[in-house]
């Protein structure tokens, strides 16, 4: 089917030969959806025949509620074009049904919420120690990076558009506050879409934009401070000259609550070499489980060492991962002597808490085997980051379950000493 014109008196017959026979559902398809004709293969047989396909694009939503009536209306579709055409070519023709190709730039984020106060928390932390959001750029250079900044309006009438009136008012003049930005309807930030936000947020922190490592890190650190709480988080995507490119992703996975109780363990035992820790599980479950698996250990050994200098008990440089949760199991009591036999459950609870210690054990021998800080030969093949996410909800639940129970002693110290010390 050579053109468009041609396409549409064929559609247009084949409509009223569905309506005329009471086929009112496909008639309803062929009046209603976008159609077009594309020829799909070629037949040697009695000469050689062209076989086409006129696809109707219908909306996801429509296409998905047709369900199994999609086939009989696609062979009643067919039925009519075969009836309208053979007396005209002899090539062949069949109807589908298909579903039309989404166009919104912004599918990963509709539907999805970034509160307007957690927007003004991320601002007003720049604004706090003095950011810089263009960083390296100047103003048009920045923001022509995300927008089409010819194809905006201008908000000065000496200039054509938006590029135009941001050069005069924050390079040439300099009469702008330096936050303009946030409050200008053109971008939106602070009530629109959250993807145009978090991709400005990603590229205050880009390597272009900000060379210094260190600077990037720690505004990303306050960025998804505010916005984990509310399902979002920058993460590291790539590197460029050894610098970290960021992007952005909704918290869809069970790795943020596990990351999140470590980090409230961090909290409450006031780690700060926990934190760093923690920084590098998050960053590594998908893109190096290996360092997670490594970084997992590491997690239960350093916790393990804040408990037992908190509880002034002694341990030595040369003490592996077992013993020292051998310690902390002993000091906290982590299989307390008083579940007696005839406790209900009684052997499960024990065996659940040991559990827990040789955890750790299993953790160090697995890191051994497959973690970072070995040398590996060229076969080596490493594991995924589903395992990785064993490894590392295993430390979360041990120094979770390590941290509460240091909490509880040192609660009970506090409000009856002599009882804690017998």
């Not at 509310?230 to 790539?238: F, H, I, K, S, T």
């Not at 307390?336 to 052997?347: F, H, M, R, V």
Request: aromatic residues 8%; negative net charge; contains cysteine.
């Amino acid at each position: 089917m050579e053109n468009r014109e041609r396409l549409e008196q064929t559609l247009a017959t084949v409509h009223a030969l569905l309506q005329a026979e009471g086929v009112g559902e496909a008639a309803r398809i062929v009046r209603t959806y976008p159609a077009t004709a594309e020829q799909t293969g070629y037949d040697n047989w009695n000469g050689g025949t062209d076989i086409w396909e006129v696809k109707f694009a219908l909306p996801a939503a429509d296409y998905a509620t047709l369900g199994s009536k999609r086939e009989t209306l696609e062979e009643q579709i067919s039925a009519r074009l075969k009836t309208v055409l053979e007396h005209e070519t002899g090539d062949w023709y069949a109807a589908r049904l298909v579903p039309q190709r989404e166009v919104s730039r912004e599918w990963r984020s509709e539907g999805m919420w970034l509160p307007r106060q957690v927007r003004l928390n991320i601002v007003d932390g720049l604004k706090l120690e003095r950011v810089a959001w263009s960083g390296a750029l100047d103003d048009v250079e920045f923001l022509s990076r995300l927008f089409d900044l010819q194809a905006l309006p201008s908000t000065d009438s000496r200039f054509d558009n938006a590029a135009g009136d941001i050069w005069q008012h924050t390079v040439n003049n300099e009469d702008w506050e330096r936050e303009w930005v946030f409050t200008d309807k053109r971008f939106d930030l602070l009530d629109g879409s959250p993807e145009v936000f978090l991709r400005f947020l990603c590229e205050i922190v880009h390597p272009v934009v900000r060379p210094d490592r260190d600077e990037s890190l720690k505004l990303v650190a306050h960025f998804n401070d505010q916005l984990r709480p509310v399902g979002w988080e920058l993460r590291e995507e790539e590197r460029i000259a050894g610098r970290p490119r960021f992007t952005w992703r909704p918290l869809t996975s069970n790795d943020a609550r596990t990351v999140g109780r470590a980090r409230n363990v961090a909290d409450a035992l006031d780690a700060g070499w926990m934190a760093k820790e923690i920084e590098r599980l998050e960053h590594a479950i998908d893109r190096d489980p290996a360092l997670a698996i490594g970084t997992a250990k590491e997690l239960v050994e350093t916790c393990c060492k804040t408990v037992l200098t908190r509880r002034k008990v002694s341990y030595t440089k040369l003490e592996d991962l077992g013993e020292l949760t051998k310690k902390v199991a002993k000091e906290l009591k982590l299989v307390p002597e008083g579940i007696t036999d005839e406790t209900k459950g009684a052997e499960n609870i024990r065996l659940i808490l040991r559990n827990l210690t040789a955890l750790t054990n299993n953790l160090a021998q697995l890191r051994g085997l497959y973690g970072t800080g070995h040398g590996r030969d060229g076969r080596h093949r490493g594991l995924q980051p589903r395992h990785a996410r064993l490894a590392v909800a295993s430390a979360v639940a041990f120094i979770d379950f390590v941290a509460e129970t240091y909490r509880h002693h040192e609660l009970a110290q506090t409000t009856d000493p002599v009882a804690t010390s017998k």
